[in-house]
């Protein structure tokens, strides 16, 4: 069966996403559209990737889906708790279980992909860093948008123009892959600049096809995650955060990487008076639970996986650090960390809930926008 053009399916979407635009409750936005890597994944790697890997198969999706469905945790992620407090249904992702692009996307679509970098990937691999994973950095995710929604301008101005745009955190893959090529996080600094560059030229170009709200995230505070901390391996104590267990050096660097990106948004902010530029803090709102672990329920600890003994978790690039063949806690809702790398949704559901209603937005998230009840019981 031959497969429908692309000016088809551009139209398909254009038309279906229009109809639609009336049914949101929250009188805020007419649908989500997403980017960024697995923390925001909701299903493209999984029907792109040609390798069988963990995050495909149970228990990923196990505490609320009860399945597997791509994402990378045990749960719900960032996108579908803002989704939900904003009366909108779980943003789908652009590709099939065949790889083909979906035609029935209802409101919104996401089109981030576990493992995107911000660069391209042709600059890795120039640098010598090389990965199997299908290639869906940020600009191939820009390009998907383009060719599925933008071929018609005005009515890709129209739709994402009521949209909430989600840019959702992309650099840390982008340094890890770095990092695998045995570079210290000095080295490593050197990216930065060049990381954000490539976030804020997507941001950019998305303003100009029409984008009025731009929701964008920055770095999680990744020296607290358990692959990277046994990857370190550093015997040095004071390499050590005294309160967390955190690495201070991995996490100076999201925080370098933050500072640069609010700096660069401010510029843009500049030139488009008219857009809202909101900045997603998910690294202090990731703090707070790191700092406390136990007053916000992570009796288990912050700095252990759910998912297999950390003490066993190994680096294989192929899974973005992970090999896991081992078992699940007992309750995942007692950890900030699903599997080394990723956390669980219990610690999504905190982050998502600080940036709606608490105060780690720049500017502060509409209130208005947002269902305070529903989705955070």
């Known amino acids: 069966m031959a497969r429908p053009s692309s000016s088809f399916i551009s139209f398909f979407i254009i038309l279906h996403l229009l109809l639609n635009c009336n049914l949101n409750a929250n009188g805020c936005y007419t649908s989500i559209i997403g980017f960024g890597d697995s923390l925001f994944d909701t299903g493209n790697l999984k029907h792109l990737s040609q390798f069988s890997l963990p995050f495909f198969y149970l228990p990923y999706g196990e505490t609320f889906f009860h399945k597997s469905t791509g994402r990378a945790s045990n749960g719900r992620l960032m996108i579908d708790f803002i989704?939900?407090?904003?009366?909108?249904?779980?943003?789908?992702?652009?590709?099939?279980?065949?790889?083909?692009?979906?035609?029935?996307?209802?409101?919104?679509?996401?089109?981030?992909?576990?493992?995107?970098?911000?660069?391209?990937?042709?600059?890795?691999?120039?640098?010598?860093?090389?990965?199997?994973?299908?290639?869906?950095?940020?600009?191939?995710?820009?390009?998907?948008?383009?060719?599925s929604i933008?071929?018609?301008?005005?009515?890709?101005?129209?739709?994402?123009?009521?949209?909430?745009?989600?840019?959702?955190?992309?650099?840390?893959?982008?340094?890890?892959?770095?990092?695998s090529g045995a570079k210290?996080?000095?080295?490593?600094?050197?990216?930065?600049?060049?990381?954000?560059?490539?976030?804020?030229?997507?941001?950019?170009?998305?303003?100009?096809?029409?984008?009025?709200?731009?929701?964008v995230s920055g770095e999680l505070p990744a020296g607290c995650f358990p692959t990277i901390l046994k990857l370190s391996n550093e015997s040095d104590k004071t390499n050590y955060d005294n309160v967390t267990g955190c690495l201070i050096k991995s996490n100076k660097l999201a925080e370098y990487h933050n500072e640069l990106l609010v700096k660069e948004l401010n510029k843009i902010r500049e030139l488009y008076p008219d857009a809202n530029l909101i900045y997603a803090d998910i690294y202090n709102a990731a703090m707070q639970f790191y700092r406390s672990p136990k007053e916000y329920g992570f009796?288990?600890?912050?700095?252990?996986?759910?998912?297999?003994?950390?003490?066993?978790?190994?680096?294989?690039?192929?899974?973005l650090g992970l090999d896991i063949s081992l078992t699940t806690c007992d309750d995942p809702d007692t950890y900030v960390s699903w599997d080394g790398m990723h956390l669980t949704e219990a610690a999504y559901k905190i982050i998502s809930k600080s940036l709606l209603q608490g105060p780690y937005t720049v500017p502060q998230f509409n209130s208005s926008c947002v269902d305070g009840l529903s989705s955070f019981m």
């Open 83 to 147: 989704a939900d407090s904003l009366k909108l249904p779980f943003v789908p992702p652009f590709f099939d279980d065949n790889g083909n692009e979906k035609m029935e996307l209802g409101q919104g679509v996401n089109y981030a992909v576990i493992g995107a970098t911000a660069m391209d990937y042709s600059i890795h691999k120039a640098t010598g860093v090389h990965s199997i994973l299908t290639d869906g950095s940020l600009r191939v995710q820009l390009e998907w948008f383009k060719e």
């Open 150 to 179: 933008c071929a018609n301008v005005s009515d890709c101005s129209h739709l994402i123009g009521d949209s909430l745009i989600i840019m959702g955190e992309t650099g840390l893959n982008d340094y890890l892959k770095a990092f």
């Open 184 to 215: 210290s996080i000095d080295e490593i600094k050197i990216y930065v600049p060049f990381v954000v560059e490539a976030i804020i030229s997507v941001i950019n170009e998305v303003l100009e096809l029409g984008a009025k709200t731009i929701l």
């Open 299 to 319: 009796t288990s600890g912050a700095l252990k996986a759910c998912l297999g003994n950390t003490q066993e978790l190994r680096y294989n690039d192929s899974v």
